[in-house]
């Protein structure tokens, strides 16, 4: 069995996925709990996290969940990481992947990159916001399984259809995918916040709102702030966030046209060269 203070000493190394760890407790000794599998198991926790969050998850809350003992889930996994690695990766089913072929089986269009890139921003926005545990659990994994792996595919294609070239298409990934992080986990939190404090989101806005504006009054920030928020006024909170994030995602694929001016190319092509250059001819 893998100790977890083994897996810290190599957690560049460590994943479920590379373990060589046989699924749904094959090749382990003894008799395999009644009723139980790897499957049935993740589904618990991933219920546990969204009903209860990642606070308050343990083996042995999901073994009461389960109504089995805490040694009967180990039979299937050697720790809570492994556990929750492969419930991150099952939610990550829940985006949908532009397809890779077109209607016909030929290729997508040159163009369809921006469409591409709209539809895994959302996808993946929409995870973050459903399962508001997901977004701590990204940096603690190396995030390799199945699910994970063609999402990240999904996004190199798009991204690379783009015509960008290689020296600009990693910052390309970033400025989506690591705007589309922050904008998620912000609306997950702020809707778990809410929920806990028994009000709605539009209860919760205007109640938040009020009280700052009367306690903050000579705040120069909040001054500054008025006319911002009031173009707040008009539609529900929820409208606000498809409002501020179509927006914002329309600002970064712009941002990626801008790019592609063929002046800027073919700089971007000489610093292709250069580097690849640099490291052929680096010592080995």
Same mark, same amino acid.
């Given at each position: 069995?893998?100790?977890?203070?083994?897996?810290?000493?190599?957690?560049?190394?460590? =994943?479920? +996925?590379?373990? &060589?760890?046989?699924?749904?407790?094959?090749?382990?000794?003894?008799?395999?709990?009644?009723?139980?599998? !790897?499957?049935?198991?993740?589904?618990?926790?991933?219920?546990?996290?969204?009903?209860?969050? /990642?606070?308050?998850?343990?083996?042995? $809350?999901?073994?009461?969940?389960?109504?089995?003992?805490?040694?009967?889930?180990? +039979?299937?996994?050697?720790?809570?990481?492994?556990?929750? *690695?492969?419930?991150?990766?099952?939610?990550?089913?829940?985006?949908?992947?532009?397809?890779?072929?077109?209607?016909?089986?030929?290729?997508?269009?040159?163009?369809? +990159?921006?469409?591409?890139?709209? *539809?895994?921003?959302? &996808?993946? $926005?929409?995870?973050?916001?459903?399962?508001?545990?997901?977004?701590? /659990?990204?940096?603690?994994?190396?995030?390799?399984?199945? %699910? +994970?792996?063609? @999402?990240?595919? #999904?996004?190199?294609?798009?991204?690379?259809?783009?015509?960008?070239?290689?020296? !600009?298409?990693?910052?390309?990934?970033?400025?989506?995918?690591?705007?589309?992080?922050?904008?998620?986990?912000?609306?997950?939190?702020?809707?778990?916040?809410?929920? #806990?404090?028994?009000?709605?989101?539009?209860?919760?806005?205007?109640?938040?709102?009020?009280?700052? %504006?009367?306690?903050?009054?000579?705040?120069?920030?909040?001054? =500054?702030?008025?006319? /911002?928020?009031?173009?707040?006024?008009?539609?529900?909170?929820?409208?606000?966030?498809?409002?501020? @994030?179509?927006?914002?995602?329309?600002?970064?694929?712009?941002?990626?046209?801008?790019?592609?001016?063929?002046?800027?190319?073919?700089?971007?092509?000489? *610093?292709?060269?250069?580097?690849?250059?640099? *490291?052929?001819?680096?010592? $080995?």
């Amino acid at each position: 069995m893998t100790k977890a203070a083994d897996r810290a000493k190599r957690a560049a190394r460590t =994943s479920v +996925w590379l373990e &060589g760890k046989a699924p749904r407790g094959t090749g382990r000794k003894g008799a395999q709990p009644s009723g139980l599998d !790897r499957d049935r198991i993740t589904e618990a926790t991933i219920r546990l996290l969204d009903a209860e969050g /990642l606070a308050k998850f343990s083996m042995r $809350r999901l073994a009461t969940e389960l109504n089995v003992t805490a040694m009967s889930v180990y +039979w299937y996994v050697d720790t809570k990481d492994d556990l929750l *690695e492969l419930a991150l990766d099952r939610v990550a089913e829940e985006v949908r992947l532009p397809d890779a072929e077109g209607d016909t089986g030929t290729a997508a269009a040159p163009d369809a +990159w921006r469409e591409e890139l709209r *539809e895994l921003a959302a &996808g993946y $926005r929409d995870l973050l916001v459903r399962h508001p545990w997901v977004s701590p /659990l990204i940096g603690e994994f190396l995030n390799i399984g199945p %699910n +994970w792996l063609a @999402f990240s595919l #999904a996004i190199q294609r798009a991204v690379k259809n783009t015509g960008l070239t290689p020296y !600009r298409q990693n910052g390309a990934i970033a400025a989506v995918f690591q705007f589309v992080y922050g904008f998620g986990t912000i609306e997950g939190h702020f809707i778990a916040r809410c929920a #806990a404090a028994g009000m709605t989101q539009d209860e919760y806005f205007r109640d938040a709102v009020g009280t700052v %504006n009367e306690e903050l009054a000579d705040n120069e920030a909040v001054r =500054s702030a008025a006319e /911002l928020m009031e173009s707040r006024s008009e539609g529900t909170v929820s409208e606000m966030w498809e409002r501020d @994030f179509t927006i914002a995602l329309d600002l970064m694929i712009a941002g990626i046209e801008s790019m592609l001016d063929p002046a800027v190319t073919a700089e971007d092509a000489a *610093e292709d060269a250069a580097v690849k250059v640099t *490291e052929e001819g680096s010592p $080995r």
